[in-house]
């Protein structure tokens, strides 16, 4: 399976704006990490990932991001997860991690 994550820094959001194309699984989840690592590392903000193009995710994609959301609480910051699939929401509500996880849209 194939990843696309395109992710740039909105100045006036303060925040970085991460979107998600194709599937993140145990094949693409350390691309995923690698990146999000990347961008917290260099400025610790909000993460706000538009997954309105992600078509699944699997439990190594959620350990991904619940590690880095680990890392953000320590700047007490969160990840926001925008336009998600009825199909990922079901995952993050059946898993808990809607309460953990900011979901909108």
Not at 36 to 55: Q, R, V
Request: net charge negative; aromatic share 6%; hydrophobic share 40%.
């Amino acid at each position: 399976m194939s990843i696309i994550i395109n992710k740039s820094f909105d100045d006036n959001k303060d925040a970085w704006n991460i979107d998600i194309h194709g599937e993140i699984d145990i094949y693409t989840a350390n691309e995923l990490k690698d990146i999000l690592i990347e961008c917290i590392s260099s400025k610790p903000k909000d993460l706000i990932l538009n997954a309105s193009n992600l078509e699944y995710i699997d439990s190594t994609g959620l350990g991904v991001l619940i590690g880095i959301l680990k890392r953000l609480k320590t700047d007490e910051k969160d990840i926001y997860i925008i336009n998600a699939k009825q199909s990922v929401k079901k995952l993050f509500n059946i898993t808990g991690l809607d309460k953990i996880f900011k979901l909108e849209g």
